[in-house]
């Protein structure tokens, strides 16, 4: 819900103010799924906003939960019918967002299934903010809990390349009269839009920075993710250090493991190499990811063991991220790419 358009549309039918901080409550706090639940509201109000003010910007066509992990996903059918994807997960203690920024994506990594349906459109602000609202929405009706906790832009799409939306919505999250998601708690994953970090960090100083990196020769990498063409690892290298001279913030980076693609010996010398070559390389994470080829396949642990102990034998700091959802096809674009 675009909480503005609300305001503008209670203002202009000339009701009072605190009528704002009802409507607010109601689908901020309590996390109404429609209007008639707004007991505070006046019957005749309801019934309007019901009629011009949907809570939610599209419809939840599905909902999938995974038997084996604490993670379901949601297929959302836009206004358009455009269809997109979005994940709640709790990897630990807290619930987590995994939302959409793109309808498709320009950049075709050859490892996505949201490459394969190549670009749509991007998405508003508000498709974004609502998938973090409807999941909120879920986790109360299912009484789960009544707090998402952080927000990753890890899926469908480039979220730097639809930077406006992106940026707005992170901000809207992380207002207090709004979800209230910390601006620590918000995570913004690119394929490596290096021109764009400067910017980012003006914009969103506070939120974590995620690389997907996934190679660190540049030949390999430009197959893997034909966005290294563009800015390829040296930019990728100096936008990095101009990031972490501004922010001083830790920035990960994204490696998934796909065997006897990159995961051999050479691959560990290589990204080591290269993280060196780094100002204030300290400052830089690598996050393992047994890549999810999706049918419910995975790249064997060992193979991801192997990896880690190889970076960590050369001081690089790492950690193995929990695969889940692999039953649910949950790595970005699978659900939405399938064919009905
Ligand atoms: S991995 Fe991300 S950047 Fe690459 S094609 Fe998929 S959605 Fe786009």
Redesign the pocket.
Known sequence: MNFERVKQYIKEAGLPNFRIAQVRDAVFKRGITSWEEASNLPADLRERLNREQPILSFQVTKVICSKRDKVAKALLTLQDGLQIETVLLKPQDTWSVCVSSQVG?A???SF?S??KMGFKRDLTQEEITDQVLMWYQYIRREKLGDRISSVVFMG???PLLNYLNVVKAAQDLSHPDYLNIGARHISIST?GIADKLHKLAVDLPQANLAI?LHNADNAERSKL?PVNRRYDLDDLKKALEEYIAMTGRQVFLEYSVLENVNSRPEHIRKLADWIYSIKDNYLLHVNLIACNLGRGEKTEDRVVKEFANGLKAMGIGVTIRKSMGNDILAA??QLASQKK
């Open positions: 994506c950049l075709r990594c996505c949201t490459g469908m799409g480039e394929s997907s993710m970005c674009g």
